[in-house]
């Protein structure tokens, strides 16, 4: 069984430009979610796909979209980006309904955006 | 509005003392809460969640309706429980954590 993994592990992206960023779920999981760790702050939630349908949004601007493949992985994209967009982003994987959180969670590493 | 709030960001306890870690929700139905756990250079885990009211590594949280508390505690400490240490509350379609509380337990 192989956990979650998330690339790449750095990242530093201009202001303006666009990102991408991966995320593979651990075996079995069909629900990812993702989140934003500025520093010193706890993970807020972005959104979060089940079955690769969209199954619940934070408060984040459309600029930051998702999706999620048939085998669920998931992609991350944020459009021009800003400054305050520098965080450490986590993915988090389940076996879950359309109901989240109810099954635990697992994270990912992360990534590291710098945006300059 | 903050959805959960855990007060203290720097907690430092004896080894064998009792610790406990606050957290307050705000929410007005009926919630799902649970405390994570970050050891140095490791993921993010779920140390346990109040559905299950189960007592994981001596820690137990008990949810508190009346005072929307879901506060972690422990006993006796131990120098392996320092860590960083999250609430998290799911409110069905959306998740929200704390901002954390750094434990550390002194020799």
């Known amino acids: 069984e192989t956990g979650v993994t998330q690339s790449p592990t750095h990242l530093i992206k201009t202001r303006g430009q666009q990102v991408t960023l991966r995320c593979s779920s651990q075996?079995?999981?069909?629900?990812v979610s993702w989140y934003q760790q500025a520093l010193g702050q706890g993970p807020q939630f972005i959104f979060q796909y089940y079955r690769e349908e969209e199954n619940g949004r934070g408060n984040f601007p459309p600029r930051f979209s998702g999706l999620q493949f048939p085998n669920y992985s998931s992609e991350l994209n944020v459009n021009a980006l800003e400054l305050d967009d520098s965080a450490l982003y986590l993915c988090?994987?389940?076996?879950?309904?359309?109901?989240?959180?109810?099954?635990?969670?697992?994270f990912g590493p992360g990534t590291r955006l710098t945006v300059t | 509005a903050q959805r959960v709030t855990q007060p203290e960001k720097l907690l430092s306890v004896f080894k064998g003392a009792p610790v406990e870690l606050k957290c307050n929700y705000s929410?007005?139905?009926?919630?799902?809460l649970f405390w994570y756990v970050q050891y140095s250079r490791q993921r993010l885990q779920l140390l346990l969640r109040h559905i299950s009211r189960e007592s994981i590594k001596g820690f137990t949280a008990d949810l508190n309706k009346g005072e929307t508390s879901f506060h972690l505690k422990k006993p006796f400490a131990q120098e392996e429980d320092s860590a960083m240490y999250y609430c998290?509350?799911?409110?069905?379609?959306?998740?929200?954590f704390g901002t954390g509380t750094s434990l550390t337990v002194i020799p």
């Open positions: 075996s079995g999981h069909n629900t």
């Open positions: 929410y007005s139905g009926s919630p799902e």
């Open positions: 988090a994987s389940s076996l879950g309904g359309r109901r989240q959180g109810v099954y635990e969670q697992y």
């Open positions: 998290a509350l799911n409110t069905g379609n959306q998740f929200y």
